[in-house]
């Protein structure tokens, strides 16, 4: 598949996406007069649950859903050419990381914070995750081991 094809069609879809969860689409309806409901009591076998609807739930989880898609297609380019993920995200094309840029200043103030603070939660991990990996590393490498710094005080 095209490159261009796979950037365009996943923001394309992640633009779609955006517009459906936001209601911009929706319609002004004129309210009908609220039915009378007859309360009765639950049936005896239990309480009554109503069924998964797939399409109320991928429009409240939209963006983990657009996520999951263009990870996973960034994933299966990456694995079509031999390239990790690191080299697809190094090598991304100006004009889509552009795109990107451009779609993430469109979107409200507290949802550009929300990922701000996402951002930093992972970075806080990725350094926390950095550090384990160089204890184990210390700790497999069969070699003496240092005596731990000393903190200071003053």
């Known amino acids: 598949m095209n490159r261009k094809l796979l950037i365009t069609a996943l923001c394309a879809l992640l633009v779609v996406l955006f517009v459906q969860s936001t209601g911009?689409?929706?319609?002004?309806?004129t309210p009908e007069p609220t039915p009378v409901v007859v309360v009765t009591d639950p049936p005896v076998d239990g309480p009554v649950v109503e069924p998964f609807n797939f399409w109320s739930w991928l429009s409240a989880n939209s963006a983990i859903v657009v996520a999951a898609f263009f990870g996973a297609a960034m994933v299966w380019q990456s694995n079509q050419n031999r390239k990790t993920l690191k080299d697809v995200l190094e090598h991304a094309d100006k004009r889509s990381v552009d795109a990107i840029e451009a779609a993430h200043e469109a979107l409200p103030?507290?949802?550009q914070d929300a990922i701000s603070r996402a951002l930093n939660l992972a970075e806080n991990l990725t350094e926390q995750f950095t550090a384990v990996l160089a204890f184990l590393r210390k700790v497999s490498d069969g070699k003496p081991n240092d005596e731990p710094p000393t903190a200071t005080s003053g």
């Open 24 to 29: 911009l689409l929706a319609q002004e309806v």
């Open 109 to 111: 103030n507290a949802a």
